[in-house]
């Protein structure tokens, strides 16, 4: 059988029918070349997977020297884009934050031992960290907070004197909140404004950040507070000024929820643990010390059972909340018209409880 070259290729110049005769042969080359370049790469992933080196010329090419590297917890190497990954899943986890501004608060009160709120209770300190969103899109989702301000000041007791209770250990009965043992600054409290004046130096520190209208004390951003345990909102100010807002959130009740999903998951799967997390049974009652050991966090800073740094202990909480992708929000009932016993009008002691 014999083959010939079709008759318009014949007629066709000499160069065209070179070129055309070698087209093949070309693709077919080009085909083997391709292939092993691609047997070669493999060979190599497969010598690098078994813990050999690429050599130099490759390994410059793979990854370039100015890639900085990081140890991660189990000691691996991660590289800046592992590292981005990692921050682009972490952005997908973010909550969808209803409220804008955090009022982190926790008042010390004059109080005696096993008496609960039968014995007329005053606030003696009033201090609150002023928590907002650094990353708030415009859908609403965030997980990064700040404090932006804080406002501390003491208040002096009207049925009591600080520097005359009874007692070297005063603490509430109701289950959470405590006093200082012995108020280390009884003069400063018994020589401070009342708690009245107080509230309204408060209310000029909310219309500064432009949480509160000056005129009508309406509310011109979604903020509540926040506290260990309903307590101090709920139980102390009464009754509740109309402008103070009666959104409050247990950051306890949070980090309980939070510390129980967390159990949850380590049981599934105990290579998930984070670091710092711990058993502990779900119900029991966490300081603000093991809150913070629950979530990993460093130990308590300051001095335990100063308000103030109760309050920015409190403020670490809700920040590693947040960061955690937890949706802050009320969840605790405020009551405004509630009265204790000793309660006259506007909340001043009646004349029966003094001594």
């Known amino acids: 059988m014999s083959w010939s070259l079709?008759?318009?290729?014949?007629?066709?110049?000499?160069?065209?029918?070179?070129?055309?005769?070698?087209?093949?042969?070309a693709l077919l080359a080009y085909i083997l070349i391709t292939l092993g370049r691609r047997l070669r790469a493999c060979e190599a992933d497969t010598s690098i997977a078994a813990g050999g080196?690429?050599?130099?010329?490759?390994?410059?090419?793979?990854?370039?020297?100015s890639i900085p590297r990081t140890k991660t917890h189990a000691g691996s190497l991660q590289t800046t884009n592992d590292i981005h990954s990692d921050s682009q899943r972490d952005m997908i986890k973010r909550a969808k934050q209803p409220y804008d501004a955090f009022l982190v608060?926790?008042?010390?009160?004059?109080?005696?031992?096993?008496?609960?709120?039968?014995?007329?209770?005053?606030?003696?300190?009033?201090?609150?960290?002023?928590?907002?969103?650094?990353?708030?899109?415009?859908?609403?989702?965030?997980?990064?907070l700040e404090v932006v301000d804080e406002f501390r000041s003491f208040a002096s007791p009207r049925f009591v004197p600080a520097s005359q209770l009874p007692g070297q250990g005063r603490r509430a009965n109701h289950g959470a909140h405590s006093c200082d043992s012995r108020m280390r600054m009884q003069d400063q409290v018994d020589t401070a404004p009342s708690f009245p004046e107080v509230l309204d130096e408060f209310r000029k520190f909310l219309e500064k950040h432009e949480?509160?209208?000056?005129?009508?004390?309406?509310?011109?951003?979604?903020?509540?507070?926040c506290s260990?345990?309903?307590?101090?909102?709920?139980?102390f100010v009464i009754p509740v000024p109309t402008w103070l807002t009666w959104d409050v959130m247990d950051v306890r009740?949070?980090?309980?929820?939070?510390?129980?999903?967390?159990?949850?998951?380590?049981?599934?799967?105990?290579?998930?643990?984070?670091?710092?997390?711990?058993?502990?049974?779900?119900?029991?009652?966490?300081?603000?010390?093991?809150?913070?050991?629950a979530l990993g966090l460093?130990?308590?800073?300051?001095?335990?059972?100063?308000?103030?740094?109760?309050?920015?202990?409190?403020?670490?909480?809700?920040?590693?909340?947040?960061?955690?992708?937890?949706?802050?929000?009320p969840n605790t009932p405020i009551n405004p018209n509630r009265r204790w016993p000793w309660m006259g009008k506007r909340g001043k002691v009646l004349e029966e409880y003094y001594p």
């Open 6 to 25: 079709p008759a318009a290729l014949l007629s066709s110049p000499p160069l065209l029918q070179h070129a055309i005769l070698l087209l093949p042969s």
């Open 53 to 65: 080196s690429l050599p130099a010329e490759a390994s410059s090419a793979t990854a370039p020297p």
């Open 105 to 144: 608060l926790d008042v010390e009160a004059t109080c005696v031992q096993g008496a609960g709120f039968d014995y007329p209770n005053e606030i003696i300190e009033w201090p609150v960290c002023l928590l907002r969103w650094k990353d708030k899109d415009y859908k609403g989702k965030a997980r990064e």
């Open 211 to 225: 949480l509160i209208d000056p005129e009508t004390g309406r509310r011109l951003t979604r903020f509540c507070f």
């Open 228 to 235: 260990d345990g309903p307590y101090d909102i709920r139980d």
């Open 253 to 293: 009740r949070v980090v309980g929820e939070c510390h129980a999903f967390t159990s949850a998951t380590v049981d599934r799967d105990a290579q998930r643990r984070p670091a710092g997390a711990f058993p502990l049974p779900r119900r029991v009652a966490l300081s603000i010390p093991r809150q913070l050991l």
């Open 298 to 329: 460093e130990p308590f800073e300051g001095r335990q059972h100063s308000g103030i740094d109760d309050t920015r202990n409190i403020a670490r909480l809700v920040i590693e909340l947040a960061r955690r992708g937890w949706k802050l929000e």
